[in-house]
T-cell receptor, first 116, second 112 residues
Framework: SAVISQKPSRDICQRGTSLTIQCQVDSQVTMMFWYRQQPGQSLTLIATANQGSEATYESGFVIDKFPISRPNLTFSTLTVSNMSPEDSSIYLC?????????????FGAGSRLTVL | GENVEQHPSTLSVQEGDSAVIKCTYSDSASNYFPWYKQELGKGPQLIIDIRSNVGEKKDQRIAVTLNKTAKHFSLHITETQPEDSAVYFCAASKTGRRALTFGSGTRLQVQP
């Protein structure tokens, strides 16, 4: 299955700053997804990022707060802007695995952000 | 949109016992139902999945059953081992919407 690398794995950030999370995949994939997992909670979809088009955001998430780039078929970034303590979460990159069939998602290890 | 409910939120079993986790979904168009295991500090890992054209699937000690009429599916783990201790998530998706909608998770603890 696809191997996903996320950077940073964790960070401590100050309120009001922004942080960009990188997601690198070892194979070309069409569909990439960004999820948020708040402490002790489930996974919530932030947006779907397809190469060559604007990201599609879920209800409750906006581009100004979570801008996403998808410059090619193996890479994406998610920026968490103007952070507040409520943004403390694990942010997970996910891809639809091209070798495993439709809808089968593989996840990265996540980026754990703590906002002070 | 799709809503997935998962029960129980926590489950404690003795090593060697069976564990069952149940999920219900709301969208009758959903046709793909995976289960993920998440260990501390790691991303979710797919352990088994089922599509709507089958009612049951097994992989060694793990099985998933699907009841489309009732819109629920379950994860069964037999002969549990301490290394099965983790958080388990069910999820659902459908053709045309590739993203998964997740249940709330079940923390399984297997007591040695």
């Amino acid at each position: 299955s696809a191997v996903i690398s996320q950077k940073p794995s964790r960070d401590i950030c100050q309120r009001g700053t922004s942080l960009t999370i990188q997601c690198q995949v070892d194979s070309q994939v069409t569909m990439m997804f960004w999820y948020r997992q708040q402490p002790g909670q489930s996974l919530t979809l932030i947006a779907t990022a397809n190469q060559g088009s604007e990201a599609t955001y879920e209800s409750g998430f906006v581009i100004d707060k979570f801008p996403i780039s998808r410059p090619n078929l193996t890479f994406s970034t998610l920026t968490v802007s103007n952070m507040s303590p409520e943004d403390s979460s694990i942010y997970l990159c996910s891809v639809e695995d091209p070798n495993s069939g439709a809808n089968v998602l593989t996840f990265g290890a996540g980026s754990r952000l703590t906002v002070l | 949109g799709e809503n997935v409910e998962q029960h129980p939120s926590t489950l404690s079993v003795q090593e060697g016992d069976s564990a069952v986790i149940k999920c219900t979904y709301s969208d009758s168009a959903s046709n793909y139902f995976p289960w993920y295991k998440q260990e501390l500090g790691k991303g979710p890992q797919l352990i088994i999945d089922i599509r709507s054209n089958v009612g049951e699937k097994k992989d060694q000690r793990i099985a998933v059953t699907l009841n489309k009429t009732a819109k629920h599916f379950s994860l069964h783990i037999t002969e549990t081992q301490p290394e099965d201790s983790a958080v388990y998530f069910c999820a659902a998706s459908k053709t045309g919407r590739r993203a998964l909608t997740f249940g709330s998770g079940t923390r399984l603890q297997v007591q040695p």
